[in-house]
C-alpha cells in the first residue's frame, strides 16, 4: 500500500506519529509561554507583549549561568527565579502606574518595552547571540522504532507537564490558587471579601514569567543558540494564542498552544512551500474564530 | 556688542569652513551603509571590521595618491526604508567618492539605486538580489550571485561527491529562492533527483518537523540553505534525529559562529564560499591574520567581502588618478585585483568574476575542500 509520496503504509504512520510528537513538543513551550500571558490578561485585561522579552532573558541566563557553573540545573532554576522576579518587577515599573490607564496605554509601554529589550540584549551580550560549551542533555532516547527523542526534547515536554499540573493544582487546592481564580471573576468582590489583589498579581507575574523564563531556558537548549531577536516569533505567536483560546481562559490557551504545535509540525511539510510556519498559525486562528468567535474555550 | 558677537560669528564660521576643507583635501571618503543594530547587526559588525581594516591597510601603505581613505559609516539596520535617505546623505552631505554596502539585500537594493541615478559608484559587498546590478553602470558586486553559487553547489554534490538523491531544504528569501533556482537549473546536468524540498522562513530555529519528513524521504545529500544563525540550530538537530547524510551549505554558514552553535554536528559539512582558509594567497592570509586580531574572533566571508569591496574601490581609486566620478567607475569595471576572496574582475553587468572555494568543517575549524573554477559554469547575467 503507498501513497503518492512513495512511503508504505507503515512509514507514513510512522511519519505521522513523529509529526506528532514533534509538534507537540513546540506545543509544550508555546504552553510555558503562554501561560503568564493569559494569567496577565487575566487579570489586568493588558497584552502584554514585553512578556517575550523575559523569555529571552531566560534563554540568556540559562546559557551563561551554564557555561559559567557547569550545571544545567542550576541555571534553569536561576533562569526561573531571575526571570520570575524581573517579572513582578515589569508589573511594578510599568503596569501599576498605567492601570488607570485604557489597557491600550499599557500595550504601547509594552511594546515599546520589548522594542528596546532586543537592542539591550544585543549591547549586553553581543549580536552574535550566545550558544552552550558543552551543550547538556544530547543524549538519545529510542521511542519507538525509528523514533527517537534527545532529552533536551524529552526534558521540554516533561517540565511543561510538571509546572503546568502544578499551577493547576495550586488553583483548584490552595487558598491562594482560590483567590486568583476569584479574582479574575470579579477582582472588587473578590478585594471585599477580603483577598490582597496585589498579592494575587505579584504572584501571577512570577509565575508566568518564571515558566516563560524555563521555555526560554528550553529553545536555547533545543537551537543551542539564544539572540538578542528571539522573542520576536513568541511576542505575536503567544498572543494568536491566547485569543484562540478564548481570552484569560487558560485551559483554552494551552489547548490551543498544543493545537498550535501540531497544525504548525503538518503545515510546514504538506503546505510549506505555500505558506511559512508564521502564516499557518494564522490561518488557523482566523478559520477558528471564523467559527467561534469567542476562541476556544471562552469564558463565560 | 553686537559688533563683537557679528566678528565671533564669522571667525566660527571660517574656522568651520577651513575644518572641512582640511578634511576633504586629506582624505577620500567611501560612504558604507551596514546593519549595525537590529536582526542582521552581526553580520554588519563582521562586515565593519572587514571593510575598516582594509582602509587601515591601504592607509598604512601610504593612502591612495597621496590621499587618507576615510569610512563613512551609517547603520542602515538591513533596512530598505533607512538605506535609501543615508545614502542620499552620502552622496550629498558626505560627498563620499563612492560606496560600498556592507548590508543584505533590501537595504543594498534601495541605496544601489540612488548611487547609481547619482553616478556615484556603488560596490555590494555580499548582497545578492539579482536587481542590485541592475539598478546601473555605476553598480558592481564582489560577491556570487546565488544562482552561481547554487550551480557551484550542484556540481559539487552530483559530480564531485557523486550524491545522487538530494532533498532541498531552502530559506524562503531572495538568498535562498536563488540558490534554489541555480541548483535546480544544474542538477539534472550533474545527475542529480530532487527527492523533496522545503521551504522555511528566516525565523525559524526548529525544524523538528522537517527533519522527521527527510528522514522518510531518505535522500543521498542535503542541500541547505540559510545563515549561520538558522544552519547552526538545522545542522545540529539533523544530526541529533541521527540523519549522517552529507549537508551542503553556501556562504551564509560562513562564519565561526556557525560551527560554535552546531558544535561536533558540524564536522564534515561543506560550504560554497569566497573566503579560503588554508589559502597561500598573501592578500588572503594577510586578511585573515589582520581580521583575527583586529575583531577578535576569525574571519568570515562578509568581512572578507567587504575587505575586497574596498580594496576594489582603492585600487581603482590609484588607477583612475582624478577625482572624477566617470572615471572612477571606469577603472572599477577594468579590475583585476589579487584580493582576500580571490582573483577578481567584473561583467558587463557589473557582476564578479571569481573561483569558488568549498570549505568543509574540520576538527572544528572551517578547512579547504576545493575549487571550483568552472567558467562557463560559474558565469554570471550579464544583463
Known amino acids: ?265 503538518f503545515g510546514t511539510i504538506y503546505v510549506g512551500h505555500l505558506l511559512d510556519r508564521d502564516s499557518i498559525a494564522f490561518a488557523f486562528l482566523i478559520m477558528v474564530l471564523m467559527i467561534r468567535p469567542q476562541g476556544l474555550l471562552a469564558r463565560e | 556688542m553686537r559688533q563683537y558677537f557679528k566678528t565671533a560669528l564669522l571667525a566660527g564660521v571660517l574656522a568651520a569652513g577651513s575644518m572641512v576643507m582640511s578634511a576633504t583635501a586629506d582624505t577620500v571618503k567611501i560612504g558604507f551603509n551596514v546593519p549595525l543594530t537590529g536582526f542582521a547587526a552581526a553580520d554588519g559588525q563582521s562586515a565593519l571590521h572587514g571593510a575598516e581594516l582594509a582602509v587601515d591597510q591601504v592607509n598604512a601603505a601610504g593612502g591612495v595618491n597621496g590621499s587618507m581613505l ?141 527533519i522527521s519528513k527527510i528522514k522518510a524521504d531518505k535522500p543521498d545529500a542535503i542541500y541547505a540553505s540559510g545563515y549561520f544563525f538558522t544552519a547552526g540550530p538545522m545542522v545540529s538537530q539533523i544530526r541529533a534525529a541521527g540523519l549522517d547524510q552529507p549537508v551542503v551549505g553556501q556562504e551564509g554558514y560562513d562564519s565561526q559562529k556557525f560551527i560554535e552553535i552546531a558544535g561536533a554536528a558540524s564536522e564534515g559539512v561543506m560550504i560554497t564560499t569566497s573566503l579560503d582558509r588554508d589559502s597561500n594567497v598573501p592578500e588572503t592570509k594577510d586578511f585573515i591574520k589582520g581580521f583575527a586580531k583586529k575583531a577578535g574572533y576569525p574571519a568570515d566571508m562578509v568581512a572578507a567581502s567587504a575587505h575586497t569591496a574596498i580594496l576594489v574601490l582603492a585600487d581603482a581609486l590609484k588607477a583612475s588618478g582624478s577625482g572624477d566620478a566617470a572615471a572612477l567607475r571606469d577603472a572599477v569595471a577594468k579590475t583585476d585585483l589579487s584580493a582576500s576572496t580571490g582573483r577578481i574582475s567584473f561583467n558587463a553587468l557589473g557582476e564578479v568574476q571569481k573561483d569558488v572555494q568549498v570549505q568543509i568543517v574540520k576538527d572544528g575549524n572551517w578547512h579547504h575542500h576545493s575549487v571550483i573554477s568552472d567558467a562557463v559554469l560559474l558565469a554570471p547575467p550579464s544583463e
Open chain 1, 1 to 265: 500500500m503507498r501513497n503518492p509520496g512513495g512511503l508504505h503504509f507503515i512509514e507514513l504512520t510512522m511519519l505521522f506519529v513523529d509529526l506528532c510528537i514533534q509538534g507537540l513538543i513546540q506545543g509544550a513551550i508555546y504552553a510555558l509561554i503562554a501561560l503568564g500571558l493569559t494569567l496577565v490578561y487575566g487579570l489586568l485585561r493588558i497584552l502584554h507583549v514585553a512578556h517575550a522579552a523575559l523569555f529571552t532573558l531566560g534563554g540568556y541566563v540559562g546559557v551563561v549561568v551554564t557555561n559559567g557553573s557547569g550545571s544545567f540545573l542550576l541555571a534553569l532554576l536561576t533562569a526561573m527565579l531571575i526571570v520570575g522576579v524581573i517579572g513582578m518587577a515589569s508589573y511594578r515599573v510599568i503596569y501599576k502606574p498605567l492601570l488607570t490607564r485604557t489597557p491600550l496605554i499599557a500595550l504601547i509601554a509594552s511594546i515599546g518595552v520589548f522594542i528596546a529589550s532586543e537592542e539591550l540584549f544585543r549591547i549586553i551580550f553581543g549580536a552574535y547571540g550566545l550558544s552552550y560549551a558543552t551543550p547538556p542533555l544530547k543524549g538519545q532516547v529510542e521511542l519507538l522504532p525509528g523514533i527517537s527523542l534527545s532529552h533536551a526534547r524529552i526534558l521540554v515536554v516533561v517540565l511543561a507537564v510538571g509546572l503546568l499540573s502544578g499551577v493547576g493544582w495550586l488553583a483548584v487546592h490552595t487558598r491562594i490558587g482560590i483567590a486568583a481564580r476569584a479574582t479574575v471573576v470579579d477582582p472588587a468582590m473578590a478585594a471585599s471579601s477580603g483577598v490582597n489583589v496585589e498579592t494575587i498579581r505579584y504572584a501571577s507575574f512570577f509565575i508566568g514569567s518564571a515558566f516563560a523564563g524555563a521555555a526560554g531556558v528550553m529553545v536555547s537548549l533545543l537551537n543551542n543558540l539564544v539572540e538578542p531577536t528571539m522573542g520576536a516569533v513568541p511576542s505575536y505567536k503567544a498572543l494568536a494564542i491566547i485569543v484562540l483560546g478564548g481570552l484569560g481562559s487558560v485551559r483554552g490557551a494551552l489547548i490551543a498552544s498544543l493545537a498550535l504545535g501540531v497544525i504548525e509540525s
Open chain 2, 70 to 210: 576615510e569610512l563613512v559609516v551609517y547603520d542602515d539596520q538591513a533596512s530598505p526604508k533607512e538605506a535609501a535617505p543615508l545614502a542620499v546623505k552620502m552622496i550629498t552631505q558626505d560627498e563620499v567618492v563612492a560606496g560600498v554596502s556592507g548590508s543584505y539585500s533590501g537595504a543594498t537594493r534601495a541605496a544601489a539605486t540612488i548611487f547609481a541615478e547619482s553616478k556615484v559608484p556603488y560596490i555590494s559587498a555580499y548582497a545578492i538580489h539579482p536587481d542590485i546590478t541592475r539598478a546601473g553602470d555605476y553598480v558592481f558586486r564582489t560577491s556570487f550571485m546565488g544562482e552561481v553559487q547554487g550551480r557551484a553547489g550542484a556540481k559539487l554534490i552530483g559530480e564531485m561527491l557523486g550524491k545522487k538523491r538530494v532533498t532541498m531544504v531552502t530559506i524562503n528569501n531572495d538568498f535562498g529562492k536563488s540558490l534554489a533556482a541555480g541548483f535546480k537549473e544544474q542538477a539534472s546536468n550533474f545527475g542529480i533527483e530532487i527527492v523533496s524540498e522545503y521551504e522555511y522562513s528566516i525565523k525559524d530555529r526548529e525544524f523538528g518537523p522537517v
